[in-house]
């Protein structure tokens, strides 16, 4: 269920299959029967039973109907998860019935272009010119070249563009490290953040400072624009959802230059923030923040996927090559499947995959490393500092008397045993120079094999690294201003 949660929130195609006990044996206390016939409706697009042992040619082709339906809705027409409950009755072995390819049909989806109304171009191009101030904000998103070269045309007219690394857009001209750049500058100078026009796009944003910052601020336009029909309100000023893709909106309007140092004085600030992280950086202490740091600069090309919650987090803090992908379970945010789903990715390409993710993300899906098809382009790394230390970060578990045990789960487990249980190869760093060394040995192209790369960390010095970084960041920019 996990599984399907995810792939519903990011409008991921999802086939599931379940195999079922007829349904006059259903709650008949017989064994392994429940119900199943629409058991995940809630977050799937589509689901229905097929009917058990079709002998007639009308229940034939209505099964066939629903398996093309199904397929056919989560590729092309509504794109997500879908289900299909399949019942059999016994005996359930030696029965090898196939169906004549003359009796089965493939029924296929010709989907329409989406399109603007003229009146609806005509009211955006409206909104647009009456807002001087205009910014995007760029969520979760698979690569998308088309889309970066667009964004890109609005950051040159002095559009403000804030991405994430999940957002997979990269350009000198884009903010790219959103909590490092608001987390720091005071209230006043955040005012000047306020755009008129909203423009967002992609499923989740991973920063819950911009969150709050956007909610806060009167906003006179909100547009989402994403061709999902999913409605969106994340920040509560929503004023039009658009269901198209973005570079089909941005080809519609005359986008004009924004005329003010809206876009200059934000770059101001960025470029204030980068020099104050580049200090603190050069000689910050071993701790998570350590790893991202040298993680950031070491893994330059491939796939990585970030693990919640900690390190999807950190890796917010650091501009990340444009030569890599990434993607993360941000549809629910759970821990779930982490490394099932990399492991996932790395069977179906040739380039290298790393799964960052922290010890207790890894220890609840390790599972995933069981089956005898582990692809030899998998890199895991795992930061290991005894517990959920995002616990430690938030300030409200801290302050409590049941941080450790209930919430931060402190532990002395390692993933040592797990890696020997399965044959995947096991390297362990316990200090800068170590992880560096085993870094730099998996990093080789002549590396064939898969590998978890286990960092530990100091649990109970890591949110102290973090909350003096952004001191130091709050610090250097106010020294600036008062100069």
């Keep these: 269920y996990p599984a399907v949660a995810e792939a519903f929130y990011q409008n991921i195609p999802l086939i599931v299959l379940s195999a079922d006990r007829p349904p006059e044996w259903i709650d008949q206390a017989d064994g392994q029967t429940i119900r199943q016939h629409k058991v995940l409706e809630q977050h799937t697009v589509f689901s229905d039973s097929l009917q058990p042992e079709p002998q007639d040619r009308d229940t034939l082709v209505y099964n066939n109907f629903l398996i093309n339906k199904a397929l056919e809705t989560a590729l092309h027409i509504n794109p997500g998860p879908v289900h299909l409950n399949v019942p059999f009755r016994e005996p359930l072995y030696d029965q090898t019935d196939k169906i004549p390819a003359d009796r089965t049909r493939n029924i296929s989806f010709t989907a329409a272009e989406s399109a603007l109304t003229d009146k609806t171009i005509q009211e955006l191009q409206s909104e647009w010119n009456d807002s001087p101030r205009i910014t995007v904000l760029a969520g979760m998103n698979d690569p998308d070249p088309a889309l970066n070269k667009k964004i890109t045309e609005l950051a040159e007219k002095g559009v403000i563009v804030f991405t994430e690394t999940v957002s997979n857009l990269h350009h000198p001209l884009f903010f790219p490290c959103i909590d490092r750049l608001i987390n720091t500058t005071d209230e006043a100078l955040l005012q000047r953040l306020q755009p008129d026009l909203l423009i967002t796009t992609g499923t989740a944003v ?47 309007l005359d986008l004009s230059p924004r005329k003010n140092d809206y876009r200059e004085f934000w770059q101001s600030q960025e470029d204030e923030t980068v020099k ?13 923040f350590k790893v991202f740091e040298l993680l950031s600069r070491h893994i330059t090309s491939g796939i990585v996927h970030l693990a919640n919650s900690s390190p999807v987090r950190y890796a917010q803090l650091f501009n990340q090559s444009s030569d890599v992908e990434f993607y993360s379970n941000r549809g629910t945010s759970g821990i779930d499947g982490s490394i099932s789903t990399a492991a996932g990715h790395a069977l179906r390409t040739d380039k290298i995959v790393w799964a960052v993710t922290g010890d207790l993300s890894f220890l609840y899906d ?19 500092n005894g517990g959920g ?3 430690r970060i938030l300030p409200g578990p801290r302050t409590t008397e049941a941080l450790e045990q209930h919430f931060e789960s402190n532990h002395n487990f390692n993933a040592k045993g797990i890696a020997e249980n399965f044959l995947v190869n096991y390297l362990s760093a316990q200090d800068e120079t170590e992880f560096k060394t ?31 970084y952004f001191k130091h960041l709050a610090h250097s920019k106010s020294n600036i201003h008062e100069l």
């Design 438 to 468: 085993h870094l730099n040995t998996i990093l080789q192209p002549d590396y064939q094999s898969s590998v978890i790369l286990e960092v530990f960390t100091p649990r109970k010095e890591n949110d102290a690294v973090l909350k003096s």
């Design 206 to 252: 991973v920063s819950k400072m911009i969150k709050k910052l956007l909610r806060n601020f009167d906003i006179k336009a909100h547009w989402h624009v994403h061709e999902s029909d999913f409605m969106l309100d994340t920040y509560q000023k929503l004023t039009r959802h658009i269901p198209v893709k973005p570079d089909v909106l941005f080809n519609a």
């Design 366 to 384: 390790s599972n995933a490393l069981f089956h005898n098809h582990l692809p030899d382009n998998l890199r895991i790394i795992v930061i290991n």
């Design 276 to 288: 104050a992280h580049k200090a603190f950086t050069a000689d910050v202490q071993w701790s998570d």
């Design 389 to 391: 230390n995002i616990f």
